[in-house]
């Protein structure tokens, strides 16, 4: 079993509607959730973090963390076809390893 | 913001030869860089951890004498791909922790598509 679950999709949502993410993992000692997009052949980049469970709001992205189900929510609202891209969720614990999520491919359509 | 430049961003080599990766921090000094390796429609795995001044941690199945990690300043972490064969053809990327308290997200740099011919 993966130390971290996620659907590959892919996703297909049309413009302004509400993309859902979501991952699963297994570590209890997880404390901090990523997450990454990932355009096609270029490095990561930090959408949001959150520390423990609770949710974080940003802009058009809130993250929700629940420790208690282990599970890990991303939502895209008034989705734009620039959020096209492959999400990753990517939680760590304290030895700063970052576990990364499949990712999930998102296609925003016009 | 905080960036992470790597180069080369593509590179083609021949079967055998070795191929040197960089990764900078531009603008923050870097506790820890990590290295990871991304196949076609798959997840970045981990490949190693490096801290300034010291030897790098390499993950569980990972050839420590075929992938050299040298993490000789705080800005700047390199991989090095010994004799390399075409199934280290990947999407190498590199990422930085700042040494700053409450930085929880790292940086990644652009990434670096090696084919081995």
């Known amino acids: 079993q993966k130390e971290v679950e996620q659907d590959p999709g892919p996703l297909s949502v049309p413009e302004g509607a509400i993309v859902s993410l979501n991952c699963t993992y297994s570590?209890?000692?997880?404390?901090?959730f990523m997450w990454y997009r990932q355009y096609s052949r270029k490095g990561p980049e930090l959408l949001m973090y959150?520390?423990?469970?609770g949710n974080k709001e940003d802009g058009r992205f809130t993250a929700q963390v629940d420790k208690s189900s282990k599970y890990i929510s991303l939502f895209i609202r008034d989705s734009q076809p620039s959020d096209s891209a492959t999400y990753l969720c990517a939680p760590r614990g304290n030895d700063y390893k970052l576990s990364f999520g499949a990712g999930t491919t998102v296609t925003v359509r016009a | 913001g905080a960036v992470v430049s790597q180069h080369p961003s593509r590179v083609i080599c021949k079967s055998g030869t070795s191929v040197k990766i960089e990764c900078r921090s531009l603008d923050f000094q870097a506790t820890t860089m990590f290295w990871y390796r991304q196949f076609p429609k798959q997840s970045l795995m981990l490949m190693a951890t490096?801290?300034?001044?010291?030897?790098?941690?390499?993950e569980q199945g990972v050839e420590k004498d075929k992938f050299l990690i040298n993490h000789a300043s705080l800005t700047l972490s390199t991989l090095t791909v010994t004799s390399a064969h075409p199934e280290d053809s990947s999407f190498y990327i590199c990422?930085?922790?700042?040494?700053?308290?409450?930085?929880?997200?790292?940086?990644f740099g652009s990434g670096t598509r090696l084919t081995v011919v």
């Open positions: 490096s801290n300034e001044g010291s030897k790098a941690t390499y």
């Open positions: 990422s930085a922790r700042p040494g700053r308290q409450g930085d929880y997200g790292y940086t």
């Open positions: 959150t520390y423990s469970s």
């Open positions: 570590n209890s000692a997880f404390q901090y």
